[in-house]
């Protein structure tokens, strides 16, 4: 799962009413890179050039020579003006074009390459409904990707919201809102339905280029997520999962009636495979980070840190797996902070001091809209490095209401005093989690050989910097890996797995889950945590 | 020199700093400081400025509020092992999370300022029945029974403050027990405490053992708020 960065070349794209610059990495065709991000264009076919919808107008820079398919598909007259089909179009250095009529917006994109991982071997003794869909579903997120499981060829990904969110950010939240209200639970779980589905017809419809026979081909579809989605996605267990004297014991969440999940999704062939969780508070997902990492198959001493809405970890010391779940990510994702956002464009994802200054890194290069979690790490440490910041979260000199403005011309740019303290405490429970682990497995930081860090921060986070204010422990940087997409990684193997479930079941033989609320002194821990200091080595 | 230890005191709280916190306590009773004046003249002192502070900006970051109410705490614990007679206690205290409920930090950080003032807690975890609070209340002889509750379904539901007090209503107690409330959801609205039936609340965990004192008292001087 080591990701190496690529050398990368600078495109910039211009549409009616925005602008935006990407980084490109050599040999990718502007079509998969626009797909990344909200600017997509128009498109109905696997990107092959057969379909001629996604014309963009080449401006300046060196770019490949047309292609047959463009002869094919533009008029003479439109390839003087400089008129190509973006995914032909590939970069030679830093360039620049034009889109005179993108897609719809959408709430889907799809998963930058470089964070897929590579593709498990295919199945060819299938015969019929070759094809097969991946989801993990995720509190705040929904990420998946459409496979032909015969050849094991990924065709497609997407990542988008989780509608169901309105129903509460938090899963406790959203668990109680369907408590006595059926009506209330089936649309909950509808929402989650409709939005795979949604996903599902956008990449058949822009990267197959047929809907209705293609969803009848669809021979199963495998969905991780933690124990609550899974819940409220089948429309049973909440009440019985906000009870604390389950959250320890096994939970079931298989479809009552996997006929009627078939023609809800319009899927009439697809074998609906959720595998179980490993209980009430510990979910598929994290069984799914397991299989893709094969934590059990390196040194004992190797941790994983799933960091999302709800945070999981998990320990394997050689015989057994230790895990355990807190809520520790919201503030990672951009949620409780006045200027938090998710990596999407215009986030700040890097923050570095420039002489007097500081220079703030944005995705997509826009204007800056706000922090995501890597770009908050950054803030943090840089800030306390400074001198700015003091160890107990205070600003040294009071910032006043504006709080303390990275960029003093754009609000957007500003900390304030409760987002420190929003992200100390993200920070601790998660540092004092994966201590209390430890200690739990009679280990010390000193026997980590490894550590996966899955989840929320991509792979834009500054380890030194995560160090520095205690997020991660200070261990030798090659031992820390950073595996953002783990979880879509180990449900496609699932996927790809003549017997997927059993593969995740096997898994569940190791581990050992531990409830920190059972843990009598895990509140010390946490507060010992807080401070913003690197990780003391008890 | 109590001057100058009062100051380092305040300084390393102020800054979070255990470590420091500790060193200059130690220093202290090194130069001849007795266990009973730590608590008394620079703890306490520190405790209750710590709460003024808190009431003249409620936005204090939650994160120094834990750590300076854990040293209080912790120091407090270290003196009172040293002290030469049992301290004088202002009451007793009944503490846990409502049934279904694990959140413990609030819980956390009202014990901590009550031990620092002198209050007698006893602490019955998390996810605790009322009944098993009402029944340790009287086993303790407690004047307050405090229920933490994190989340809307726990800080309402039947199973916590509410039966707490249909139970207190039931055995004849209501003058003898008082209950108080904490927790996220009481913030948002300011009247919930009342329509659970508790007889108060605090908005942190710092400013509610002011409050619970209060309550202490109005069920030893005997009787009604």
Known sequence: MKRRPEASLT???????????????PGTSVRDVLDTTKIRVR??????????????????????????????????????????????????????????????????????????????????????????????????????????????????????????AIFGADILNRLASVIDRPERAEEVAHLARDAILHALRDILMRDVGEVRPMLAEIGEVFIVGNAA???????????????????????????????????????????IS???????????????????????????????????????????????????????????????????????????????????????????????????GSGLVDAVACLLASGQLKPSGRFASPTGDEGFCFDPGNPRTALHAQDIDTFQRAKAATA???????????????SVQRLCVCGAFGHTLDIAHAQAIGLLPPLPVEFIELAADASLAGCEMGLLHQDGLATFANMRNHIVAINLSQIWDYDDLYIDHLRLRPIQNQ | MLERIIKAYNEAVFETDKEAAFEVINEAMAQGLTAEDVVFK??????????????????????????????????????????????????????????????SL????????????????????????????????????????????????????????RKVREILCQRGLEEKIKIVVGGAPYRFDEAL???????????????????????IRVVKDGGGP
């Open chain 1, 11 to 25: 495109l910039r794209v211009r549409t009616a009413t925005e602008e935006c610059l990407l980084q490109v990495v």
């Open chain 1, 43 to 164: 498109a109905a076919c696997g990107g092959n050039g057969s379909c001629g919808a996604c014309v963009v107008t080449w401006i300046s820079g060196d770019v490949n020579a047309q292609t047959t398919a463009e002869y094919q598909r533009l008029q003479p007259a439109e390839r003087a003006a400089g008129a190509r089909l973006a995914c032909q179009l590939r970069l030679q250095a830093d360039s620049e074009i034009r889109i005179d009529d993108p897609a719809p917006p959408s709430a889907w994109t799809s998963i930058p390459a470089n964070s897929l991982s590579a593709a498990p071997a295919g199945r060819p003794e299938l015969q019929q409904h070759i094809y097969g869909l991946a989801v993990d579903l995720g509190t705040t997120h929904i990420r998946l990707s459409l496979w032909d499981r015969k050849q094991g060829r990924r065709i497609a990904t997407r990542r988008g919201p989780n509608p169901q």
């Open chain 1, 229 to 271: 989605m899974l819940a409220l996605l089948t429309s049973q267990g909440a009440r019985e999962l906000l009870d604390p004297e389950n959250w320890a014991g096994r939970v079931n969440y298989q479809p009552k009636d996997p006929a009627a999940f078939q023609s809800k999704w319009l899927l009439p062939h697809a074998t």
């Open chain 1, 274 to 372: 959720l595998p179980d969780p490993v209980s009430g508070f510990i979910g598929s997902d994290l069984l799914a980070d397991l299989v893709a990492t094969r934590l059990i198959e390196g040194p004992p001493g190797s941790l994983l840190l799933d960091i999302g809405t709800n945070t999981e970890i998990a320990l394997w010391d050689g015989t057994h797996l230790h895990i355990t779940a807190v809520p520790g990510g919201p503030a990672f994702e951009g949620s409780g902070l006045r200027n938090g956002m998710a990596a999407e464009p215009g986030a700040i994802f890097r923050v570095r001091p420039n002489r007097d200054a500081w220079s703030l890194e944005t995705i997509g290069g826009s204007p800056e809209r706000g922090f995501c």
């Open chain 1, 432 to 446: 004092a989690a994966m201590a209390a682990l430890l200690r739990q497995a009679g280990m010390g930081w000193n």
């Open chain 2, 42 to 103: 620079v703890v306490i002192p520190a405790v209750e400025e710590m709460m003024a502070d808190i009431t003249r900006n409620p936005d204090a970051n939650l994160a120094q509020h834990f750590m300076t109410a854990q040293i209080a705490a912790e120091v407090t614990e270290r003196m009172l092992e040293k002290f030469k007679h049992p301290p004088e206690i202002i009451g007793r205290v009944v503490i846990g999370t409502a049934a279904g409920d694990l959140h």
């Open chain 2, 106 to 161: 609030g819980k956390r950080i009202v014990m901590g300022c009550l031990k620092a003032l002198m209050v007698e807690v006893v602490d019955l975890g998390v996810n605790v029945p009322a009944e098993k609070f009402v029944d340790e209340a009287v086993a303790h002889d407690a004047q307050v029974i405090a229920v933490s509750a994190m989340m809307v379904h726990t800080a309402t539901g039947e199973n916590g403050c």
């Open chain 2, 193 to 215: 405490y009342k329509s659970v039936g508790a007889d108060g609340w605090a908005a942190d965990g710092i400013t509610a053992s002011r409050m619970i004192i209060g309550l």
